[in-house]
């Protein structure tokens, strides 16, 4: 007779192999290489879509941009470009936008997302090639005819996930490929999901974000608001202030949290944005109205003054409890003062404080802070 820990160590074997079974069978995927000439032609001819729109996420620079001709004409490797099939054929591009459309704009095709076409490059020189310098595709300093053939000529790998995978399989190699390191912010990454799923929630999402009232009681420094992190904070209004104790308790990676259930809004046929868009700028109004650009800045008791700078345990209590109060009806009156209140409790500052995850954070300070501001 096999041993009990033995056979314990097979079933969690075999539990494996099944999980890595089924979900190889969610992806599909395919391998080649294509020249670039080929990526020009299925770009023109409407076969491959790079989301035009992604491009104020992605921020290359010029240097960045000859970096990359200079890597083709050396023939430098480079990654492979991912796309997805969708179901008409067309290829959604989920990592390589960068490259393929400095490639485009190089050759003075590529457009933007209003339908115009963009200036071609002007390269620069780089550490092999000075002479770049100035070059075009076409003109008078236009790059030779045997250096334009070698561009045609060279090839880039492309890995295809195929449209029998998994429908969001895509969404979630994108936010692996796109996320860490130098490239997009968290939410950056949320926002190109969201132009795939529904481009109309993300601008009306960037809208809120554009409120007044929302700009001057976050006031958010310029590398926040560049990061998207304003319209991250509009996403955490939406799913935290209604949130349910047992939805709360369950929040395991924020991140994955904010990711999962954005998308299952964005897809939501009965989500009431009108409803929403009125509460979420009710509760900014009487935000800047009572508390400024307080609402969401530590209050020190010693001083007897908010200081510093956003604190986003703060944003969470508070927007969900003034929601709360506004729901039952009661005044602004007292919201400065409950605000300042929250640095009192111990049932706020035990979990607002640093070294604190966010999901255990949760599932305690918004129950509180409902409670604390409709007392």
């Known amino acids: 007779m096999v041993p009990l820990p033995e056979r314990r160590k097979r079933h969690l074997d075999m539990t494996l192999t099944e999980e890595v079974e089924n979900g190889r069978k969610e992806i599909r995927t395919d391998d080649y290489s294509m020249s670039i000439g080929e990526w020009i032609s299925m770009y023109e001819a409407g076969d491959l879509d790079i989301h035009p729109e992604f491009q104020r996420f992605f921020r290359w620079t010029l240097e960045q941009k000859s970096?990359?001709?200079?890597s083709i004409l050396l023939g430098i490797p480079l990654p492979p470009i991912f796309v997805s099939q969708r179901a008409d054929g067309v290829w959604d591009v989920i990592d390589g936008?960068?490259?393929?459309?400095?490639?485009?704009?190089?050759?003075?095709?590529?457009?933007d997302h209003h339908g115009k076409k963009v200036e071609p490059l002007v390269l620069t020189k780089t550490k092999y090639l000075p002479s770049l310098q100035g070059k075009t595709w076409d003109g008078e300093v236009a790059l030779p005819v045997d250096i334009q053939r070698l561009i045609r000529r060279s090839k880039l790998s492309v890995s295809i996930v195929l449209r029998e995978s998994d429908e969001n399989t895509k969404f979630d190699l994108f936010e692996r490929l796109n996320t860490g390191g130098t490239r997009l912010s968290d939410q950056e990454v949320r926002n190109c999901i969201l132009v795939m799923v529904n481009q109309d929630f993300y601008s009306w999402l960037k809208r809120l974000s554009d409120d007044a009232n929302f700009q001057a009681i976050t006031a958010l420094s310029e590398k926040n608001i560049l990061e998207a992190y304003d319209v991250e904070l509009v996403l955490r209004f939406l799913l935290l202030v209604d949130a349910t104790d047992e939805e709360l308790t369950a929040v395991g990676d924020v991140g994955v949290y904010l990711s999962t259930k954005m998308?299952?809004?964005?897809?939501d046929p009965d989500f009431d944005g009108t409803y929403w868009e009125g509460r979420f700028k009710r509760v900014c109004e009487v935000l800047a109205d009572c508390a400024g650009e307080n609402s969401f800045k530590r209050f020190s008791l010693q001083k007897n003054r908010h200081e510093g700078g956003f604190v986003v345990s703060q944003f969470e209590a508070v927007t969900a409890g003034v929601a709360a109060r506004l729901d039952k009806q009661q005044g602004p009156e007292p919201i400065s003062e409950l605000i300042a209140e929250l640095w009192t409790k111990t049932e706020f500052t035990d979990w607002a404080k640093s070294g604190i995850t966010a999901a255990r954070r949760l599932r305690?300070?918004?129950p509180f802070a409902r409670q604390h501001f409709t007392k």
């Open 67 to 70: 970096n990359l001709i200079e």
């Open 97 to 111: 936008l960068q490259r393929l459309s400095t490639i485009f704009q190089l050759i003075g095709i590529f457009v």
């Open 263 to 267: 998308v299952e809004l964005a897809r």
């Open 364 to 366: 305690r300070i918004i």
